[in-house]
């Protein structure tokens, strides 16, 4: 049974930085790229960044380009996203996801984590 698991989000100040995690199992993490999306309640929910299974290549949305950066690392089974110089556009509930490919910074998704909620104060 595969299981996505997200956390580290919360509340930041404006300015800010955070860092989520998410974790995988039941899968071989390696064989698949991962990546991070968001949503609120009043827009869809959009690709954040997207990481090929070596982790040799990153996708970006143009909205966070400069300020986060996404890793991964395949022995623990776990991806990574550092978020710095938040601001209040970035307070969504984000979500981790098991990708088959990337597509630019979204995918071609198989698994979907619970999400981790992150609000940015102003």
């Known amino acids: 049974q595969v299981q996505v698991m997200e956390s580290g989000g919360g509340l930041v100040q404006a300015g800010g930085s955070l860092r989520l995690s998410c974790t995988a199992s039941g899968l071989t993490f390696e064989h698949y790229a991962m990546a991070w999306f968001r949503q609120t309640p009043w827009k869809e929910r959009e690709g954040v960044s997207c990481?090929?299974?070596?982790?040799?290549?990153?996708y970006y949305a143009d909205s966070v380009k400069g300020r986060f950066t996404i890793s991964r690392d395949n022995a623990k089974n776990t991806l990574y996203l550092q978020m710095n110089s938040l601001n209040a556009e970035d307070t969504a509930m984000y979500y981790c996801a098991v990708a088959l490919f990337c597509i630019k910074e979204t995918g071609r998704i198989k698994y979907w984590g619970q999400g981790t909620q992150v609000t940015v104060s102003s």
């Open positions: 990481i090929t299974w070596s982790g040799g290549s990153t």
